[in-house]
């Protein structure tokens, strides 16, 4: 019955890049995370290796209770910014249903492991429209 239930529901979903490029995958949701970084490489490109991981990308979209202004008292300046934080957690190659475990603001992302520090939020995670 199980097997049954993963056959039917298939889930539709993008992998991106680094650069913001992406890959739009329609995978069973039992399919470990192993196996979308290797179909998500192949699509995009990329090499396959060993060290690419897969990872979620967060990000709190410039929450107003995070915009500040910043006084300057030696300069008598004001300066106006947003702070923007965004969380990365990296999947296990084992670990299944990943598209069914991303925060609302979470978005699918394959790079090599000793590159994940550059991964940043796409534009639209950040209430960014263009």
């Known amino acids: 019955m199980l097997k049954f239930f993963f056959d039917i529901f298939k889930d539709v979903f993008k992998v ?3 650069d913001h490029t992406y890959t ?3 995978l069973r949701m039992d399919v470990p ?11 995009l490109g990329l090499k396959v290796t060993n060290n690419l991981t897969l990872c979620e990308v967060r990000s709190n979209g410039g929450s107003n209770e995070l915009s ?7 300069h008598n300046l004001k300066i106006n910014f947003n702070i923007f934080f965004s969380d990365r957690i990296v999947f296990k190659e084992n670990d299944v249903g990943l598209t ?6 979470g978005r699918l992302f394959l790079s090599p492991s000793e590159h994940l520090d ?11 429209k263009y």
């Open 68 to 74: 500040n202004t910043y006084f300057n008292l030696k």
């Open 33 to 43: 995370a192993s196996r979308i970084a290797k179909l998500a490489a192949e699509k």
């Open 16 to 18: 991106y890049c680094a």
């Open 118 to 128: 550059a991964l940043t939020p796409l534009p639209e995670q950040e209430g960014i």
């Open 24 to 26: 739009t995958l329609k």
């Open 100 to 105: 069914t475990s991303l925060s609302v603001n």
